[in-house]
C-alpha cells in the first residue's frame, strides 16, 4: 500500500531572461530552504547581485513586524557567504516579483501538469524527472519574441553573474554557552577549548555540520573541527591554556603509571584510580601532576604511606583526599589493634572483680 505525500516546489527565476529553476522538497524548513538557494546557484553557475525572495519566515524575521524586514540569522550568512544583497518582496505584493510570479504559472504547466500522472517513490526520482521537463521549458521558443530563455540567460545575464566562491555555503545553527573553569565549552557531550582568559564567560556557538566556532561578541576567539563519534572527546587547543597547563601535555597516562610504580605500589594503585575513573583520561593528568608535587614536597616515602592510607578509605582515592592526609600528618600515624582482653570474653559482661571492689 502507498502512501501519498505532498511535495513543495522551490522556484527561482531569473530577472531579465525568465531563465528558471526548480528543485522538489518534502517541507518548507530552514535547511531545505537554505539547501534550495545553494543548488540554484550552483544550476546557474554563477551569483546575482540581488536577490529578492518571497516575505517567509525562512526568509525574514516577523517577530520584528511586517515593516522592518530583519533576515533571518541562517539567511542572512548565506547572503554574506555568496556576497549578495537579499531584498524581500513586501507581503501582498506580488509586483515586487513579477518574472517569478508569471514563472510559476508557466512552470506548473510544463513541469506540474507534465507529471501529474506519473508515481515517485523518492524525492530524488521526482527532482530527476523535474530536471528533465526543466531543461526543456527553458530551452523552449518564446512565443513572442525570438530565442529562447537558455539562450537569452547565455548570452546577456552568465557575464554579469558573480563567481561561485570555492566552498559551499554549510548552515550553521547558534547555542549560547559558558566557558568551564577547565576553559572548556560542551557541545552534544564534546567538549571545545577556549583561552582560558574566557572562564565563566558566556559565548555563542556557531556549529555546522563540520565546524564549531565560539564567538565572544562579534569576536571570534576559537574554532575547531567538529567532533563525532564517543561522547566526552576532547578538543583543546595547547594556546588556549594556561601556561602551567601546558607543561602537562609532555605526560600521558602510562608515564603518570610508571613514574607512580617506582614510588611503591599503593602510589601505583592511586594513580591508576584516578586515570580510570573519569570518563576521559586526560582530565585526571591534573591530579597526578599534583602528586608528583607532594612527592618534592613531602617526600615519595610519605607519599607513598599518604596513598596506602587513603586506599584504606576507598578505593578511588582523590588527590584532594591524599593531600589531607599529608597535610595532617595521618600518614606517619600507626594504627594501633585493639587488645582482647583474656578476662572478658563478652564485651559489656562484668566480672566477678568489679563487684568486690
Not at 501519498?4 to 531572461?17: I, K, N
Not at 547555542?175 to 577547565?182: I, L, W
Not at 592511586?270 to 608535587?293: I, N
Request: glycine residues 6%; charged residues 25%.
Amino acid at each position: 500500500m502507498f502512501e501519498v505525500t505532498d511535495v513543495w516546489l522551490f522556484v527561482g527565476v531569473m530577472s531579465y531572461s525568465q531563465y528558471a529553476y526548480v528543485e522538489g522538497f518534502l517541507n518548507e524548513t530552514m535547511p531545505n530552504w537554505i539547501a534550495a538557494h545553494v543548488h540554484m546557484f550552483q544550476f546557474f553557475g554563477g551569483i546575482p547581485k540581488i536577490l529578492a525572495p518571497d516575505n517567509c519566515s525562512t526568509a525574514v524575521r516577523h517577530d520584528k513586524g511586517w515593516g522592518e524586514q530583519i533576515l533571518t540569522e541562517s539567511y542572512r550568512e548565506l547572503a554574506e557567504h555568496y556576497g549578495l544583497a537579499v531584498i524581500p518582496a513586501r507581503v501582498r505584493k506580488p509586483k515586487d516579483k513579477p518574472n517569478v510570479e508569471g514563472s510559476v504559472g508557466n512552470i506548473s504547466t510544463w513541469i506540474t501538469a507534465a507529471l501529474r500522472n506519473e508515481q515517485f517513490f523518492s524525492i530524488a526520482e521526482l527532482n530527476a524527472a523535474i530536471c528533465e521537463k526543466l531543461n526543456k521549458f527553458n530551452a523552449g521558443k518564446f512565443q513572442k519574441k525570438d530565442g529562447s530563455r537558455a539562450l537569452l540567460f547565455r548570452e546577456d545575464e552568465v557575464p554579469l553573474l558573480s563567481p561561485l566562491p570555492a566552498a559551499l555555503f554549510e548552515l550553521s545553527s547558534w547555542k549560547e554557552a559558558t566557558v568551564q573553569f577547565n576553559y572548556h565549552v560542551s557541545f552534544e557531550s564534546m567538549w571545545y577549548s577556549v583561552p582560558y582568559e574566557y572562564i565563566g564567560k558566556k559565548v555563542n556557538l556557531r556549529v555546522t555540520e563540520k565546524m564549531v566556532e565560539v564567538f565572544y561578541g562579534q569576536m571570534r576567539v576559537a574554532s575547531h573541527r567538529r567532533l563525532y563519534g564517543r561522547k566526552g572527546q576532547y578538543d583543546t587547543i595547547t594556546e588556549h591554556m594556561p601556561e602551567d597547563h601546558q607543561k602537562y601535555l609532555e605526560w600521558n597516562g602510562d608515564r603518570f603509571r610508571k613514574w607512580a610504580k617506582q614510588i611503591g605500589s599503593s602510589t601505583y594503585l592511586a594513580v591508576d584510580a584516578m586515570l580510570t575513573g573519569g570518563r576521559v583520561e586526560q582530565q585526571a593528568y591534573r591530579g597526578c601532576m599534583g602528586l608528583l608535587k607532594l612527592a618534592d614536597k613531602y617526600s615519595v616515602e610519605r607519599l607513598e604511606a599518604a596513598c596506602e592510607k587513603a586506599l584504606s578509605y576507598t578505593a578511588s582515592p582523590s588527590y584532594k583526599s591524599i593531600k589531607n592526609i599529608l597535610s595532617a600528618g595521618q600518614d606517619k600515624a600507626k594504627s594501633v589493634e585493639p587488645q582482647e582482653s583474656a578476662s572478658n570474653q563478652y564485651g559489656i559482661t562484668r566480672g566477678a572483680d568489679y563487684y568486690r571492689r
